[in-house]
C-alpha cells in the first residue's frame, strides 16, 4: 500500500503533466483532498486561482476531480455533470469507472 505522500506525489505529477499538455499551470487545491481508505480524492485548478480564489482569475472549468489509489496507484478520473458525492458512491459501489483507467494508457 502506498503511503500518503507517495499518493499525493502521484497526483502532483499527473497535474504536472496536464499541465504541460494544457499550457496552464496547475495545482492541487488548498485543503480540498478527501482521503478515504481506498486512496486520496484531489480536486485542482489554476496556481493562480489557488492563491486567490476568485474565480476571474484563470479559473478552470469543468475540470474533474481524481483518485489515486493506495494500493494499486491507479488514477481514476470522476466526471463533472454530477456532485462529486455521486462519483464517490459509484466508485464505492463498484460501479466506477466504466472507461479504461488513465494509468491503463501511459
Do not use: C
Not at 480524492?41 to 492563491?51: G, L, M, Q, V
Not at 456532485?83 to 464517490?88: H, Q, R, S, V
Amino acid at each position: 500500500m502506498l503511503t500518503e505522500q507517495e499518493v499525493i506525489e502521484i497526483a502532483k505529477n499527473y497535474l504536472s503533466k496536464q499541465s504541460e499538455k494544457s499550457g496552464y499551470d496547475l495545482v492541487i487545491l488548498d485543503n480540498a483532498e478527501i482521503k478515504k481508505p481506498y486512496g486520496i480524492i484531489f480536486r485542482y485548478n489554476t496556481k493562480k486561482f489557488n492563491h486567490t480564489r476568485d474565480f476571474n482569475d484563470k479559473t478552470l472549468i469543468g475540470n474533474t476531480p481524481f483518485l489515486v489509489e493506495n494500493k494499486t496507484d491507479k488514477i481514476v478520473i470522476f466526471g463533472s455533470s454530477n456532485e462529486l458525492d455521486y462519483y464517490i458512491q459509484e466508485y464505492e459501489a463498484g460501479k466506477w469507472p466504466d472507461m479504461p483507467r488513465l494509468s491503463d494508457f501511459e
